[in-house]
């Protein structure tokens, strides 16, 4: 049966990213959304919820750090930050009575992987749409900062802006996954096209 490919200058990622990336996108993806359009939700599953997204954050942060071709310098960073992040995503958990410290937390995770991910994208020109990967990132460290000055009172209004972060997010994960290197197409020009199972680019 054919499968489509995606082929093209995706080689800055090991063997095995696209699926953690497609995985993580797709999981963020729904919860995304669920966070989004079930803002009034008991404060525990708020919490557990956000927590869950800091959490895909970091995976994020780790699966770049541990499988991308970058330089020990950003990679070390990179590391650094997926820790910090899911430290963050722990730190949401028996939080959600005090949404103002919510909100902190969640923005600092947000401001923080978007600048390892701008890093990263501005310093790996062999990445897939690196300039897009970089505006993307310094979109969510945007996200973050606007969190922490709209200064948000309420869980359900910090649900409906961070679900929406998140459900981008996850579609922008999903995208990249699409465009990473598989094990049987290499190389080349960018091309879309169907390609039968073994058939090598």
């Known amino acids: 049966m054919p499968i489509l490919r995606d082929t093209g200058r995706t080689d800055v990622f090991d063997g095995g990213a696209w699926q953690a990336a497609f995985v993580i996108g797709s999981v963020s993806l729904v919860l995304g959304v669920a966070i989004t359009v079930w803002p009034d939700k008991p404060p525990r599953l708020s919490e557990a919820l956000f927590t869950l997204a800091l959490f895909l954050l970091a995976a994020w942060d780790f699966v ?12 070390t960073s990179t590391f650094a930050i997926g820790i910090f992040v899911a430290l963050l995503g722990v730190s949401c958990m028996r939080s959600s009575e005090w949404a103002t410290l919510l909100a902190v937390w969640i923005a600092m995770a947000f401001v923080a992987h978007g600048i390892v991910q701008a890093m990263v994208g501005a310093w790996s020109e062999d990445l897939p749409d690196s300039g897009r990967h970089e505006v993307f990132g310094l979109l969510t460290m945007a996200a973050g900062l606007g969190v922490l000055v709209w200064q948000i009172k309420t869980v359900p209004a910090l649900s409906v802006l961070v679900g929406c972060c998140v459900t981008l997010l996850g579609a922008e994960q999903i995208s990249l996954a699409a465009r990473f290197d598989r094990a049987a197409v290499r190389g ?9 199972p073994g058939h090598h680019a």
């Open 64 to 75: 770049v750090a541990l499988r991308a071709r970058i330089g020990r310098g950003i990679r």
């Open 188 to 196: 080349g020009a960018r091309v879309r096209g169907l390609l039968p």
